[in-house]
């Protein structure tokens, strides 16, 4: 699985952002796709993700309420609208996809990562 993920860019504090990814190669190695990020000096933390063999879909506790994750199955691609975004959301994103659950735990064991883009949050 290739995954493609232009975008990210620079916004104010409390502004919008939309990352997009696109996922080429094996559709049944990619069930879940989502986005991990990682600041300065922090571990790599799963931001959300979705399931597609049930359309759930997930967040951590850091974004929840405030990003929305959407896909678009006819393009293979997934949309994270990210708004009343903070400074501390300030990270490289990655997006990332799976075949199936690790251990229970949609935020673990993906196996497939894109190039990364920059998110910065300006107060």
């Known amino acids: 699985v290739h995954l493609v993920e232009p975008g990210g860019g620079s916004v104010q504090a409390r502004g919008p952002l939309r990352l997009s990814c696109a996922a080429s190669?094996?559709?049944?190695?990619?069930?879940?796709m989502g986005w991990s990020r990682q600041a300065p000096g922090k571990d790599r933390e799963a931001v959300p993700a979705?399931?597609?063999?049930?359309?759930?879909?997930y967040y951590s506790d850091s974004v929840k309420g405030r990003f929305t994750i959407s896909p678009d199955n006819a393009t293979n691609t997934v949309y994270l609208q990210m708004d009343s975004l903070k400074p501390e959301d300030t990270a490289m994103y990655y997006c990332?996809?799976?075949?199936?659950?690790?251990?229970?735990?949609?935020?673990?064991?993906?196996?497939?990562w894109g190039q990364g883009t920059q998110v910065t949050v300006s107060s």
């Open positions: 990332a996809a799976k075949a199936r659950w690790y251990l229970g735990r949609w935020y673990d064991g993906y196996t497939y």
């Open positions: 190669g094996s559709t049944a190695s990619n069930n879940f």
């Open positions: 979705f399931y597609n063999r049930g359309g759930n879909t």
